[in-house]
């Protein structure tokens, strides 16, 4: 397997290998509860980008945007946040640079529930203004990994939550040295179902922690990590069958 994260190639390695899609990971840098790291969001983004990557040809991986819009995470120490306007500029930024080399098929594996908006809106509005950029989002890991796994696979809040059962087996999975299980506390809020509160994150709970990261297993992320690559690649592979085309071949 050749090297294709775009941070650790030469020059010369870049002209030589021949990449014609990217995938940018999104992260954040928040507290993520006493028990996982500031880096949580980025990192499962991160490697999720690397190992899809590895499995398809001529993907380079991005660096990893290591901030994202935390505003509503601040009241836990430390969240080192960009506004969404600001994320916005960045993403359209990125994109004008993949579009300026060429470089014309994108996916952004985000990492984070705060830079959902921000992914959409430059997206859409960029993809406006230059079609000939494809750009296809993996806006939340975590719920498609819950949809994606047998009923019951999880013990609270079906394995949502920020810190929750779901992140932190994922975490058990990709960084096992990074977790610290006797510090995993949180807590199940009220939410009402079918329309969303805007919660400040100090307001549904006290521990910095949604759900419950003491019934995460890595058996649990390990499951939620195949279940994201084998979707990943598979997408990646049926998209280049067809150039990346949506339209069904007889409508031409
Ligand atoms: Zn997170």
């Known amino acids: 397997m050749h090297e294709n994260r775009l941070a650790y190639l030469s020059g010369y390695s870049f002209k030589t290998l021949r990449f014609d899609k990217a995938v940018l990971p999104v992260g954040s840098t928040e507290y993520h509860g006493d028990h ?70 994108l996916l952004v594996i985000n990492g984070h529930d705060g830079n959902i908006a921000a992914i959409e809106a430059a997206s859409r509005e960029f993809r406006v ?44 999975a990709l960084a096992p040295e990074l977790v610290d299980m006797s510090r995993a506390r949180g807590m199940e809020p009220r939410l009402p179902e079918g329309v969303q509160v805007k919660w400040l994150f100090h307001e549904i709970t006290p521990y910095g922690v949604t759900g419950d990261p003491g019934k995460a297993t890595r058996e ?31 409508e031409g």
Request: no cysteine.
């Open 36 to 105: 996982l790291p500031y880096g949580t969001d980025a990192l499962v983004a991160e490697k999720l980008a690397e190992e899809a990557a590895g499995r398809v040809e001529g993907v380079l991986v991005l660096p990893t945007l290591p901030f994202g819009m935390s505003l509503h995470y601040a009241s836990f120490p430390i969240s080192l946040t960009l506004t969404t306007g600001t994320l916005i500029s960045v993403l359209k930024e990125i994109f004008s640079s993949l579009l300026r080399h060429g470089i014309l098929k």
């Open 220 to 250: 649990k992320g390990v499951m939620m990590r195949d279940a994201l690559l084998d979707l990943l690649v598979s997408f990646l592979k049926r998209m280049d069958e067809d150039d990346w085309s949506l339209r069904r071949a007889s």
């Open 129 to 172: 203004e230059h079609p000939e950029l494809k750009i296809a989002v993996l806006e939340a890991w975590w719920e498609t990994a819950a949809r994606s796994l047998p009923e019951g696979t999880f013990e609270a809040m079906g394995g949502l939550g920020h810190g929750g059962e779901g992140e932190t087996s994922m975490m058990l």
